[in-house]
């Protein structure tokens, strides 16, 4: 069996397993939950592999000094990376336990079985079990992969709907880090610096003390100012007065226009090519430009971090997605030695990428350092999540087909302007928001995106799926944009899918040819090919019209990375004067599922978010900022508007199981867009959809 990432990184059994005293196995990982469930997938995963109850199986996530360190929870790779890990370990200190029972029971170990953690021989109990043997296990040895995990066919737990591990804490009021209370704990909210560079030349501090109403304190270093005191209320009406009477000098001044995809395209970058030439050979070439905006990641709760300074050590609690990286980056931060910082991953309000978790954590340190001794909670305001999270970069695509005599492409480039995608706190010189404001800030960051090895960042399914001869990207990653951006769910894949797939609809309706058909006859993976087929089969696509009349249908394909999941989608949709999409439909191949629910519940989340950005969302800059900074200005999918979505899980358990979590993003998008050219007979190239752009296409067909 290949070891994962994960378990190159960590090869000792004792950072992934431990046997309690309470006759449980504590099992941990560091990847954390954001929602998406995958604690419970873990867990499924531990107990099938060591013939565990689930009740038995405790995880133990995102926990800096004792678990393993997994990188950030990123990418759609907890299974992937994680699982991986945690299946080899489990099978291995499975069998371990099985050759020390036997030789205990004198009998070989194809004689023995585990049920519910006991060494059953002849059916009948032996008095051994885990707990037992579990001191003759050196679990400070490394993991060598030699122990077979169990075939599916074998599974009793992998592939069954358990329910959600976390749901019962979060049901009652308990399951979120902005739930937690602790003795002595004090409030605090940020004055936030206004920009890189910004320096606070006044603050009217008698006015923000009369503002809290009760006794609060002032904390301040550098540019860096917060408010603290035992009544919540107090410190945010403190830090609603500063906002208004703070004096700034070299703030950001944001224009409208840098908004805009067409502006950030317009921008210096650094170039490169990636993958095949182009073919030079005369033929037709036809070619598309798509684009999108920024994106904020719409957290429902803001940012919220704990942290405590006590005798000289640092401890944080954080929703942030990596808590290895976490501690580093806040130990670089403040000065301090690694080992006298200590990160726990509690859970927030779901994020799918970089909001502003880590940089909640380095604020909550900063101020517990100046009070030692006393638990500081610090809480962002919504309007601060929106102004000061990274975004998700605004993109331009233009995507190229050299097509042959038959319609087929047989060359194809992706061109793509982004600024980065991949700039979470340590990786790439990004840092912490609140380094800005210290004494000596970092350098500033220089341009870095993930790449293509790791998935890639603004190129992410970059290059198409299909059969074609000549498959490349020309990248233009653009040096500097006047906001911070980072990682959104998908990160460039959405409007790459949305841009490939939409050309090649233009490329089927040039050919005269269904677009189902087409697609077909440019693909020989056999797995993507059965995804096609099966959502096709689902939505009737064999009744859809010729489209024209207001009523659409719609398809888009991917795999995500081009070696996750794969997810086809169709989408139906009705247009007037606005988009509303009333079906969906997705077939999946997630390898071989650990929980049904979970894959299901992930992939009806995806789609749901996909509809908002293809539809609404757009951060804008207005005033010097930014303009959206609450749910009235940046507005984003309702429950009224989520359609009827169908999800069918292919079957696949012969293969490893695939990362799921961001799969259908870029194929439901592609499949609104193809929907919308169906049903109004003319193509709107640019997210979102919106009832202007709605209208202005129809106005010049």
């Keep these: 069996m290949a070891a994962s990432q994960s378990l190159r990184d960590n090869p000792t059994f004792d950072r992934w397993l431990h046997f309690e005293p309470d006759r449980t196995v504590r099992i941990a990982t560091g990847k954390v939950e954001l929602g998406q469930g995958i604690l419970t997938a873990l867990a499924q995963i531990a107990a099938e592999e060591l013939d565990l109850r689930i009740d038995q199986v405790r995880v133990m996530s995102g926990n800096s000094v004792e678990g393993p360190s997994e990188g950030y929870t990123a990418s759609s790779w907890s299974v992937e990376h994680s699982g991986s890990a945690i299946r080899a370990v489990t099978a291995e200190v499975r069998a371990l336990a099985l050759a020390r029972a036997a030789l205990r029971l004198n009998a070989a170990p194809e004689e023995l079985s585990v049920q519910e953690g006991e060494f059953i021989r002849s059916g009948s109990a032996t008095g051994l079990d885990y707990w037992h043997l579990a001191p003759e296990i050196d679990l400070s040895a490394e993991v060598t992969g030699s122990a077979a995990p169990k075939p599916a066919t074998e599974h009793r737990i992998v592939g069954r709907r358990i329910p959600r591990l976390d749901l019962p804490a979060k049901l009652t009021g308990s399951g979120f880090i902005q739930d937690i209370t602790m003795p002595g704990m004090l409030h605090a909210r940020v004055l936030r610096q206004p920009g890189r560079g910004a320096r606070l030349l006044a603050l009217d501090e008698d006015a923000v003390l009369r503002a809290a109403g009760e006794r609060i304190t002032i904390v301040r270093r550098a540019e860096f100012v917060a408010f603290v005191g035992d009544d919540e209320t107090a410190v945010r009406k403190a830090a609603a007065k500063a906002v208004e009477t703070a004096i700034w000098q070299d703030r950001r001044e944001l224009r409208s226009e840098q908004a805009t995809a067409g502006w950030v395209a317009a921008q210096p970058s650094h170039d490169r090519r990636i993958g095949d030439p182009m073919p030079e050979e005369a033929m037709t070439r036809l070619s598309m430009r798509f684009s999108r905006p920024f994106l904020s990641h719409g957290s429902i709760a803001p940012s919220c971090a704990l942290a405590l300074w006590q005798a000289g050590h640092l401890s944080i609690w954080s929703h942030a997605q990596g808590m290895h990286p976490l501690r580093s980056n806040i130990a670089a931060t403040l000065g301090l030695p690694v080992d006298k910082v200590a990160c726990q991953h509690v859970q927030g309000a779901g994020c799918y990428g970089h909001n502003g978790a880590d940089d909640a954590a380095l604020d909550a ?174 939505a009737q696509w064999s009744d859809r019209g010729p489209g024209g009349a207001g009523f659409g249908l719609g398809l888009g394909l991917a795999r995500y990375k081009n070696s996750s999941s794969y997810a086809a989608v169709v989408a139906a949709v009705e247009v007037d004067e606005a988009v509303r999409v009333t079906d969906v439909w997705c077939a999946v191949d997630a390898g071989l599922v650990i929980n049904p629910d979970g894959v299901v519940n992930q992939v009806e989340g995806n789609i749901v978010q996909a509809i908002s950005w293809a539809l609404i969302e757009e951060a804008r800059f207005a005033d010097g900022d930014i303009a959206g900074l609450d749910w009235d200005a940046y507005p984003v999918i309702r429950f009224r508007d989520v359609p009827k979505i169908h999800v069918d899980l292919v079957e696949a358990s012969g293969h490893d199981p695939l990362g799921v979590g961001e799969c259908a993003g870029g194929p439901a998008a592609a499949a609104i867009g193809n929907a919308v050219a169906h049903a109004l007979g003319t193509r709107i190239r640019h997210m979102p959809m919106s009832r202007d752009r709605i209208l202005a296409a129809l106005l010049d067909s």
């Design 365 to 538: 340190a900063l101020i517990a350092m100046q009070l030692p001794g006393r638990p500081i909670r610090l809480c962002w305001s919504r309007a601060e999540e929106f102004a000061y999270e990274p975004l998700s970069s605004a993109m331009e695509v233009k995507v190229h087909a050299m097509v042959g005599a038959d319609g087929r492409p047989v060359g194809w480039t992706t061109e793509i302007w982004s600024a980065a995608h991949g700039q979470r706190p340590g990786v790439g010189g990004a840092y912490l928001l609140a380094a800005d404001a210290l004494e000596t800030p970092p350098p500033a960051r220089k341009p870095f995106d993930i790449p293509e090895e790791r998935g890639g960042g603004a190129t992410r399914n970059g290059i198409p799926l299909y059969d074609i001869a000549a498959k490349g990207i020309d990248f233009h990653l653009v040096h500097d944009v006047p906001v911070r951006t980072s990682s959104l769910r998908g990160l460039g894949a959405t409007l790459n899918v949305f841009a490939i797939e939409g050309l090649i609809d233009e490329l089927a309706a040039r050919s005269g040819e269904d677009p189902f058909a087409y697609r077909l006859s440019l693909l020989t993976d056999a797995r993507a090919r059965k995804v096609l087929e099966r959502a096709a089969e689902m």
